[in-house]
Nanobody, 123 residues
Framework: QVQLVESGGGLVQAGGSLRLSCAASGRTFSSYAMGWFRQAPGKERELVAAISWSGGTAYYADSVRGRFTISRDNAKNTVYLQMNSLKPEDAAVYYC????????????????WGQGTQVTVSS
């Protein structure tokens, strides 16, 4: 069982940066691949970035590649999403999610979810 708590969302101007954090409970955090998803009003939840249990492999959606960076600190049971050059279309509720072992790109593959953190980008 893994419990996830996101933080770091807020209001930022276009072109600005935010760093999201997701703190996980449990002693087996390093066994889980982690993903950051987002959902804007009226849109489906989409994968933004994911990272393998070791941190050695990362996946990025085309829309954020080169602007966002996912990382993890297994000693702190925390995964991060550094978001730079934010655009109004990045505004959404951002969720972190966990699944055992390998990265997956679909939301249904992730068993554990946080409550989400709002990111608002003003133009």
């Amino acid at each position: 069982q893994v419990q996830l708590v996101e933080s770091g969302g807020g209001l930022v101007q276009a072109g600005g940066s935010l760093r999201l954090s997701c703190a996980a409970s449990g002693r087996t955090f390093s066994s889980y691949a982690m993903g950051w998803f987002r959902q804007a009003p009226g849109k489906e939840r989409e994968l933004v970035a994911a990272i393998s249990w070791s941190g050695g492999t990362a996946y990025y959606a085309d829309s954020v590649r080169g602007r966002f960076t996912i990382s993890r600190d297994n000693a702190k049971n925390t995964v991060y999403l550094q978001m730079n050059s934010l655009k109004p279309e990045d505004a959404a509720v951002y969720y972190c999610a966990a699944r055992l072992r390998t990265i997956a790109t679909t939301s249904t593959a992730y068993a554990y979810w946080g409550q989400g953190t709002q990111v608002t980008v003003s133009s």
